[in-house]
């Protein structure tokens, strides 16, 4: 069972759920907080962030708007805060992920203030961008 889940939980179809499973338990750092091996599917929780994945090819019910083809999810990232990206990141690297974007510190304007970043994308084993990031807190504009 899962308590208090977040009103919006992303579900990933995965080609091969054991291979994602790995990276996003044993990398990521991802807790499977419940999973249903009759479906192939496994719900994901990392420091609030909920995910789940659940194998393309499986029983379970599909919601494709069109065929799967590598890499998945083109045209979104999903953003998942972290305390210790630099320790996560140095994960990713020695695992040998793809890292589109490399550890970087990211400055946002949101009206007369920046909100700050430390963050890297990472891409799954399925080609989904995950963009892990630290706050870094709020300054002026130009600040």
Do not use: K
Not at 28 to 56: D, K
Not at 76 to 97: C, F, H, K
Request: proline share 8%.
């Amino acid at each position: 069972m899962i308590d208090d889940p977040p009103p919006l939980i992303p579900e990933l179809d995965v080609a091969d759920l054991a291979r994602s499973l790995a990276v996003y338990v044993s990398v990521l750092g991802f807790t499977c907080a419940l999973t249903r091996p009759e479906e192939r599917f496994a719900y994901l929780i990392r420091e609030g962030a909920h995910l789940m994945l659940e194998e393309a090819a499986g029983p379970g019910r599909r919601f494709h708007a069109a065929p799967l083809e590598f890499p998945s999810g083109r045209g979104m990232n999903l953003q998942i805060e972290v305390s210790d990206v630099d320790t996560l990141y140095a994960a990713v690297l020695r695992a040998g992920l793809t890292v589109p974007i490399p550890l970087e510190e990211r400055w946002y304007r949101q009206g007369a203030t920046e909100a700050g970043n430390r963050q890297f994308v990472v891409a799954d084993p399925d080609g989904y961008l995950l963009r892990f990031f630290a706050d870094l807190g709020r300054r002026p504009v130009g600040g």
